[in-house]
């Protein structure tokens, strides 16, 4: 009896213990819940007010066409539900915490309402999506929305890929103007542009020629959105040897900004000379940090040490 009244009094004090943690633990979420700055602020444009995809309405007319290609709904009905998954996603995350603020009085209750009426139409949703899959094909219906979600991975997966590949891009636009006042405009693209990066010259930049005798400017402009960051480099007399076949030149001698150097192959067509761009390497200062400006331009140490004296 005494061995069984201790093991019940430690069970009883282990229970008691485990939740007074679980409560403090819980109240610190909560507590961090309700200082989020972050979370009131989202409230302020909280709108579940929103309608179901536009896909609902495309299988719908599909399917009242009947299509004689098979393959045809059921292509339609993963698109849909693809386009579903997202608006499933935001109800799921959003509902724990729009509860506890709810019940603080801290939600107002026509948001909380818009809340659970959105997560009914999408209840009927996803019901009808099952439903329609288990009709076009037996035992389908449990599995459609795994299906699509695979399918949405990997779209999310090529966008970001595709996002990654559009910062580490980087796209140089060299324009040469003759004295006589002649322009003719170059376009290399380069892949996460340091130091001597070699750049490719796009097919009919290929082709172009150059006087021997010209200015020449370079404007690079290194990734995308609000991150892309914009040099210059400049060369106002650049003057090519008409008795070399093959010459590397460079633009730009800022160390704080683009650097290029330009190999030119001369090309001779009866008593006319004129030159190529052949290759094309770059150079380029680091990248700002968060806090510097994202757009960087140099136009020769002159240039840069005037717009270090106003920053």
């Keep these: 009896m005494w061995f069984l009244a201790t093991t019940l009094t430690l069970v009883t004090l282990l229970l008691c213990y485990a ?14 819940v309700l200082e989020d700055p972050e ?3 989202a409230l302020d444009d909280k709108n579940y007010n929103f309608e179901l995809p536009e896909q609902v309405d495309t299988y719908e007319d ?14 339609a009905l993963l698109e849909r539900a693809k386009a579903d998954i997202p608006r499933i996603e935001q109800l799921e995350k959003d509902h724990p915490r729009m509860a506890r603020l709810f019940q603080k009085g801290l939600l107002p209750f026509g948001v909380w309402e818009q809340l659970l009426e959105a997560e009914a139409m999408m209840d009927t949703e996803v019901n009808s999506v099952q439903a329609e899959a288990e009709r076009l094909q037996k035992g389908w219906g449990q599995g459609v929305f795994s299906q699509a979600y695979q399918m949405l991975r990997q779209d999310r997966t090529e966008q970001q890929r595709a996002e990654q590949a559009a910062k580490d891009a980087a796209v140089l636009t060299l324009t040469f103007t003759k004295p006589s006042g002649g322009v003719v405009k170059l376009t290399a693209d380069g892949i996460k542009v340091t130091q001597q990066t070699p750049l490719k010259l796009r097919k009919e930049s290929a082709e172009e020629e150059i006087s021997y005798k010209c200015e020449v400017t370079g404007e690079m402009k290194l990734g995308a959105g609000d991150e892309q960051r914009t040099y210059e480099a400049i060369n106002p007399d650049l003057v090519l040897d008409a008795n070399v076949e093959r010459q590397w030149k460079q633009i730009g001698s800022d160390p704080t900004g683009l650097r290029l150097q330009v190999r030119f192959v001369k090309r001779t067509k009866g008593n006319h000379t004129a030159f ?29 040490a005037a717009m270090a004296g106003s920053s």
């Design 19 to 32: 939740g007074y943690v679980f409560l403090i633990v819980d109240r610190r979420e909560e507590a961090a």
């Design 39 to 41: 979370l009131y602020e």
């Design 62 to 75: 599909l399917r009242l066409e009947e299509p004689t290609d098979k393959r045809a709904l059921p292509l």
């Design 276 to 304: 190529q761009v052949m290759d094309v390497r770059a150079t380029v200062p680091d990248a700002p940090s968060s806090g510097d400006a994202t757009s960087e331009k140099s136009a020769g140490a002159g240039a840069a």
